[in-house]
Nanobody, 127 residues
Framework: QVQLVESGGGLVQAGGSLRLSCAAS????????MGWFRQAPGKEREFVAT????????YYADSVKGRFTISRDNAENTMYLQMNSLKPEDTAVYYC????????????????????WGQGTQVTVSS
């Protein structure tokens, strides 16, 4: 069983920055592919960014490319999402997700590719 706990959300003005963290349990975190997703009220959960087990490959949704940076620290069992130049349309609950077989499966932007999810952290960007 993998437990994921997000933190770092909050209220920020447009143009500001936030850094989200996702702390993971498990002894084999370095084998997991990890992802960030978000869900705004009344909308489906959508892909934000993903990172490979080694951190060597990252992919982003077009809507956040150039503004958000995903990273991970395998020694600390933690993944991060640095969010800069935030826009009101970035307002959502942000979820981290893990695929414990990521070293075999690679990365994915699909919700169904991830087996474990955190409880989410709210990000609100005011205009």
């Amino acid at each position: 069983q993998v437990q994921l706990v997000e933190s770092g959300g909050g209220l920020v003005q447009a143009g500001g920055s936030l850094r989200l963290s996702c702390a993971a349990s498990g002894r084999t975190f370095s084998r997991y592919s990890m992802g960030w997703f978000r869900q705004a009220p009344g909308k489906e959960r959508e892909f934000v960014a993903t990172i490979s087990w080694s951190g060597g490959r990252t992919y982003y949704a077009d809507s956040v490319k150039g503004r958000f940076t995903i990273s991970r620290d395998n020694a600390e069992n933690t993944m991060y999402l640095q969010m800069n130049s935030l826009k009101p349309e970035d307002t959502a609950v942000y979820y981290c997700a893990a695929d414990p077989q990521g070293i075999l499966h690679g990365t994915s932007s699909q919700v169904h590719a991830y087996d474990y999810w955190g409880q989410g952290t709210q990000v609100t960007v005011s205009s």
